[in-house]
C-alpha cells in the first residue's frame, strides 16, 4: 500500500510540473520621457516606475530624457510601464 501511495504522489507532482507556468523573465526595456524637463522629473519618473510589482530596477538619464526600466515580466507589462509614467505626469513610450 505504500508503494502505491507514493507512485500517486510521484505522478500527481509529475503532473503539476507539467502543467506548471513557464518561468517568468528579466526584461529590460528603455522608455522615451519627451517631457523630462526639469531636475525633479527623474525622481518623480523612477519612484512611479518603483511602484509598479515586479521592477527591479529605473535607471534615468536625464540628458537623453529616457529611462531603463528592467522588470519580472510575469508581474509587470510595457504597458503598466508607460501607464506609471503618464500617471506621474510624464508620457512615455517604449524606445526603438
Same mark, same amino acid.
Given at each position: @500500500?505504500?508503494?502505491?501511495?507514493? /507512485?500517486?504522489?510521484?505522478?500527481a507532482a509529475a503532473?503539476?510540473? @507539467?502543467? $506548471? +507556468? !513557464? #518561468?517568468? !523573465? %528579466?526584461?529590460?526595456? %528603455?522608455?522615451? =520621457? +519627451?517631457? @523630462?524637463?526639469?531636475?525633479?522629473? +527623474?525622481? %518623480?519618473?523612477?519612484? $512611479?516606475? $518603483?511602484? =509598479? +510589482? &515586479? ?7 536625464? &540628458?537623453?530624457? *529616457? ?5 519580472d515580466d510575469a508581474? !509587470?507589462?510595457? *504597458? #503598466?510601464? %508607460? #501607464? !506609471?509614467? &503618464?500617471?506621474? &505626469?510624464?508620457? $512615455? /513610450?517604449? *524606445?526603438?
Open positions: @500500500m505504500n508503494h502505491r501511495l507514493v /507512485s500517486l504522489v510521484a505522478a503532473t503539476i510540473a @507539467m502543467t $506548471s +507556468p !513557464a #518561468q517568468a !523573465a %528579466t526584461h529590460t526595456v %528603455t522608455l522615451a =520621457v +519627451p517631457a @523630462m524637463n526639469c531636475p525633479v522629473c +527623474p525622481i %518623480t519618473g523612477k519612484k $512611479s516606475l $518603483s511602484k =509598479v +510589482p &515586479g521592477v527591479t530596477d529605473a535607471k534615468v538619464d536625464f &540628458g537623453k530624457r *529616457e529611462v531603463v526600466v528592467t522588470f508581474k !509587470a507589462t510595457v *504597458e #503598466q510601464l %508607460t #501607464q !506609471a509614467t &503618464g500617471n506621474a &505626469g510624464y508620457p $512615455s /513610450s517604449v *524606445e526603438r
